[in-house]
């Protein structure tokens, strides 16, 4: 990997061909890496002390050439050894090499960064722990958890509204997230980066318009060394999985009929009548009141599922291919602070969190993606 090229570097870099990185130039450094036309001068104890890969070339001898055109090249009396990286990538991976690692915020800046490092750290053996630090800055914006995507979701939320931009502009481009995972190994993104991609419909993902979340020059910056193309296979996982949550929105809207059949006091004997226990259960070791309009109960829960059914069916609504988002909002129809009834809105609200729960686990099967 030493370069070998005859042009004399020093004419290179009198031509504007080359140039040093304004940053990692250190003039006391004892190697010289090339990342196409950018030049890092760093030190070869620094590479050696964080990377197998650059341990182990250093420490076996280096062949010599037998024709002076093939002799090592050298520039300012230091090795130049070539690397086949993006320029960015590279300054990434020096700067978490001298300065620890130190992420941003998970916005796409900061993943065109964060990314850049993952890859090398693979490819070039870098020591655990700053691959660890990567992988859990990376996964708490693509968690494996609910409770870490509802958090997630909470800080999109924020965005929109702080800055008026589209909320889905506060993360990455989920397809640049899928094939990150793939490159890399770390299939325990996937779930999260499809299941983001899958809210969005054909057109916006493969003919996005300037400025949509899923326009992948927004913004340029983060165009570096990233993928927004899928692969046969992970095309038709997105296809599936689009299709499986669609159809767990129009499961979730027949099965709320069925939420009040929770509370205790829905539930009829055989004799017909309603049975009222003497200790009815609680939430959070609370006693909670039962439900004493049954009838009225079911008749505004029948007008709630209606009205779900014209708004996230027939409308086709935002939240159509969002299960997750349906399912927190069909658990919000009757707030507890309101309902003539508590015991039915702290029923239907749990009923939603289990529904919610079930759904999240099940999102790795709509886009088979267990093995």
């Known amino acids: 990997m030493l370069s070998t090229t005859t042009d004399s570097l020093e004419i290179q870099l009198e031509q504007g061909l080359l140039v040093k990185h304004p940053e990692f130039w250190f003039t006391d450094g004892s190697l010289i890496l090339r990342a196409h036309s950018t ?4 030190h070869v104890s620094q590479l050696c002390r964080k990377s197998i890969f650059f341990r182990d070339l250093f420490s076996l001898p280096q062949p010599q050439s037998s024709t002076p055109d093939r002799e090592e090249r050298r520039l300012e009396g230091c090795p130049v050894l070539d690397l086949h990286d993006p320029p960015d990538d590279v300054a990434n991976l020096v700067k978490v090499i001298y300065d620890g690692p130190n992420f941003g915020n998970n916005d796409r800046e900061d993943f065109a960064a964060v990314s850049g490092v993952l890859r090398l750290s693979t490819k070039y053996l870098i020591e655990e722990s700053i691959r660890s630090k990567a992988m859990a800055h990376i996964r708490s914006a693509w968690p494996s958890t609910l409770k870490a995507w509802d958090l997630r979701e909470d800080l999109a939320r924020t965005h929109e509204v702080e800055t008026g931009d589209l909320r889905g502009l506060r993360y ?20 999260s980066a499809f299941y983001e991609l899958s809210r969005y419909s054909f057109t ?5 318009s300037p400025g949509d979340p899923l326009d ?9 060394s990233l993928s927004y193309t899928l692969s046969p296979a992970d095309m038709q996982r997105l296809a599936l999985g689009k299709e499986a949550a669609q159809q767990a929105v129009t499961t979730l809207i027949q099965n709320m009929e069925h939420a009040s059949a929770d509370h205790p006091s829905h539930r009829r004997s055989r004799s017909g009548q309603h049975i009222v226990p003497a ?23 029948a007008e709630l599922v209606e ?54 686990r099940a999102i790795p099967d709509w886009f088979r993606l267990r093995r």
């Open 279 to 301: 200790h009815p259960p609680g939430i959070g070791g609370r006693v909670r009141a039962n439900c004493v309009t049954p009838a009225a109960c079911r008749k505004d829960l």
């Open 172 to 191: 990455p481009h989920p397809i640049a997230i899928i094939n990150l995972a793939r490159e890399i190994g770390a299939d325990e993104l996937l779930p």
């Open 216 to 224: 992948p020059h927004t913004p340029p910056s983060a165009r570096v």
């Open 39 to 42: 030049l890092f001068r760093v």
């Open 204 to 208: 916006q993902i493969f003919e996005p």
């Open 307 to 360: 009205l779900a059914t014209q708004h996230y069916l027939f409308d086709r609504e935002r939240g159509c291919a969002d299960p997750l988002y349906v399912a927190e909002e069909l658990g919000q129809l009757k707030s507890a602070e309101f309902a003539d009834c508590t015991a039915c809105a702290h029923a239907l609200e749990a009923w939603a969190a289990r529904e919610r729960e079930r759904l999240w």
